[in-house]
């Protein structure tokens, strides 16, 4: 059993973190306070390769392993929650589905863009009434000839309203299954259609500087073409998306994990009360140490889930367990690092503040942590 990172993989982590500090850490609290989505930073992540890892050569990708993509998003999210997720939902919910699922042609046209960081992709599932329920899909498409037209809406949906936002995969209800369940039909609508609106959303706790938006589809006519795979796979291709996005989210909480960890660490060591640093109190060391263990029992049961997802083993039950494990160790070590900071963990000066807002969202999003324990007890035959 063999724990080590290859040298490729040591390497990638070492050059984004240095480019996290440099580049993303300076502005992250500017963009954060201004709820400002940066398409110049971005386009900088696109430049030096964090969209597209897993996506082959042909399609303008870098062909790499899964683990080497999510040590990519904990080091973003060490430094800045908004722009990790910027990354992750870029990849796991907009390249993902195309490149896994879309047919040459549809490869051939969004993928270069979309792996160079020129442009975003986002993903339409969830709905103002189908969150955890996603099997409550409204939004619908009725075949018109050889178009399709969709009509509803959906919300909370990463990087679809951003002034580089090429367009957005959209599941709808496109007819009725055998059985007597609705059929799911996932498709391509560009932004720009007409009656498609994409609204960004604003006045959130967590991720204020990503691209939060409403979706609204008024008649919006899209070809035959543009379905995603074939009619009737949307469902199944939405599973998929989501047990690849939930280990982007449990690489999200492992890395503020570690950011939050580490700046309470360098804080204990430098805050001196009753004449020593505050680290050498049993108190605050023990607070330290359940940190210390907790990040590296994370790192390996995700890392665990990726290698099996690398060698196409499955992993499902893993995927749940890690997003599940790590979302909520962010929570507990960012709780941990506001206490150790005391009062001035409470102020917008010191990055812990924001790693424990941008925690709560992991809890929420690509799944909840009640769903996760859900899937976990049906793969453990509850």
Known sequence: MDFDLTTEQEMIRREIRKFAEKAIAPVAADLDEQETFSSELTRKMGDIGLFGMFVSEEYGGQALDYISYIIAVEE????????AATVAAGNSLGIGPLHYFGNPEQKKKYLPKLCAGQALWGFGLTEPTAGSDAGGTKTAAVRD???????????????????????VTVQAVTGQRDDGRPEYTCFLVESGTPGFTARAMHKKMMWRA????ELYF???????ENILGRQGEGFHQML?????????IAAMGLGGAQGAYEAALKYAKQRVQFGKPISRFQAIGFKLADSA???????????????LRDRNRPFQKEAAMAKLYCSELMGRVADHAVQIHGGYGLMKEYNVERFYRDQ????????????????ISRNIGC
Request: glycine share 10%.
């Open 210 to 213: 990503s691209n939060t938006a």
């Open 293 to 307: 263990m907790e990040i590296e029992c994370a790192r390996n049961l995700l890392y665990k889930a990726c290698w």
């Open 240 to 248: 998929n998306t989501l047990d690849g996005g939930r280990l982007s």
């Open 76 to 83: 973003i999210a060490r430094v800045d929650g908004s722009q």
């Open 360 to 375: 709560k969202l992991l809890d929420i999003g690509e799944g909840t942590s009640e769903v996760q324990r859900l899937v």
């Open 145 to 167: 000839g050889n178009d399709w037209i969709i009509n509803g809406s959906k919300i909370f949906i990463t990087n679809a309203a951003s002034d580089i936002t090429l367009g």
């Open 218 to 224: 008024d008649d919006v006519r899209v070809p035959a």
